[in-house]
């Protein structure tokens, strides 16, 4: 069973995640900020993080940057999922290495499923 860390700070959100995520049959951990995350990311090994980049604390780009720099860690495919939808933030996101880039308000909780299924494949 695949292994998802969802880092989102909107509590209504997360749970959204994490309830269609269990449905489709994907083990859920959550983190509600970037330190939060990256300690989950190292100990949990998640087969994948969905990361929002509006945190408190560490934001999702230092989240990425930190992920990037442990080898064991830079192998797990970060789908960014975002308000930020600028060119530079999107960029930024994948120069650090995100394998996709979602914009919250263009997806439906359903397409972001079917984006972390193909990224996982």
């Keep these: 069973m695949k292994k998802i ?3 989102e700070d909107d509590k209504f959100l997360r749970e959204l995640l ?3 995520l269990l449905k489709k ?5 959550e983190a509600l900020d970037g330190e939060e995350g990256i300690k ?3 100990k949990e090994k998640p087969d994948l993080v969905l990361l929002n980049l509006i945190l408190p604390g560490i934001d999702g780009f230092e989240v990425l940057s930190k992920m990037r ?7 797990i495919p970060v789908i960014i999922l975002s308000n930020l939808g600028q060119k530079e933030e ?3 996101g994948f120069k650090l ?9 263009h997806f439906s909780l359903g397409e972001i499923i079917e984006k972390v299924k193909n990224a996982l494949e």
Excluded: C, M
């Excluded at 049959?25 to 951990?29: A, K, M, Q």
């Excluded at 720099?69 to 192998?75: A, C, F, G, K």
């Design 90 to 92: 999107v960029e930024k």
């Design 25 to 29: 049959n994907f083990r859920v951990l």
């Design 5 to 7: 860390l969802i880092i």
């Design 18 to 20: 994490t309830q269609k």
């Design 40 to 42: 989950n990311i190292k």
């Design 97 to 105: 290495g995100a394998v996709d880039y979602l914009i919250k308000a």
């Design 69 to 75: 720099e442990d080898p064991v860690l830079s192998t």
